[in-house]
């Protein structure tokens, strides 16, 4: 049987993808090249600054107030992701974790979830393990070749330019929920 297209706010999707979104109860993020742009900004002090997107803070958001729970899974400690985190009510923070199935796989059984009702979105080569475990795994759309070709989906927006906030909506609009959302970005 032939894929069909489905139209997303975004653009056409595989009607499969809307399917595996249905499912979905636990969204888990990278941080870097996936809230931010990748980049990593030093000050002469030595300190550390990122940029997040305000529609990616107002998805996250929306999805849980619409019942998703939300997870973030990064290799680097950031006492700024702890903070933006916090504020978008993001249930489970995870920092200073290379190998990151693990953490993701401690969190689905935490919540007692299968792989089918997980998605992942990430841009590099640390987050593939994870988007080929679960459920609906996502790729930001400038994210490493191998990425792209491990991943169920891509973004049409890049990591740091709405990409969070378009798989938010996708899944609200898998599952009904869009026209419910609310709110503000933080």
Request: with cysteine.
């Amino acid at each position: 049987m032939a894929n069909t297209l489905a139209n997303t706010l975004y653009g056409q999707v595989n009607s499969d993808i809307i399917e595996k979104a249905k499912a979905i109860k636990l969204l888990v993020c990278d941080i870097d090249g996936v809230f931010s742009d990748g980049r990593i900004y030093l000050g002469n002090q030595g300190e550390e600054l990122k940029a997040f997107n305000t529609k990616d803070g107002f998805g996250m958001k929306a999805l849980v107030d619409n019942g998703v729970t939300t997870a973030v899974i990064t290799g680097r400690n950031s006492t700024i992701v702890e903070t933006r985190m916090k504020a978008l009510n993001v249930s489970f923070i995870v920092q200073g974790k290379e190998d990151k199935l693990p953490a993701l796989k401690e969190i689905a059984k935490q919540l007692n979830l299968s792989h089918h009702e997980i998605a992942y979105i990430g841009d590099d080569a640390p987050d593939i393990p994870c988007i080929e475990y679960v459920g609906l795994g996502v790729a930001v759309n400038d994210a490493h070749p191998l990425v792209v070709q491990s991943a169920d989906f891509t973004t049409f927006l890049k990591g740091g330019m709405g990409a969070v906030r378009e798989l938010c909506d996708l899944i609200m609009q898998s599952q009904n929920t869009l026209q419910f959302a609310k709110g503000s970005s933080v």
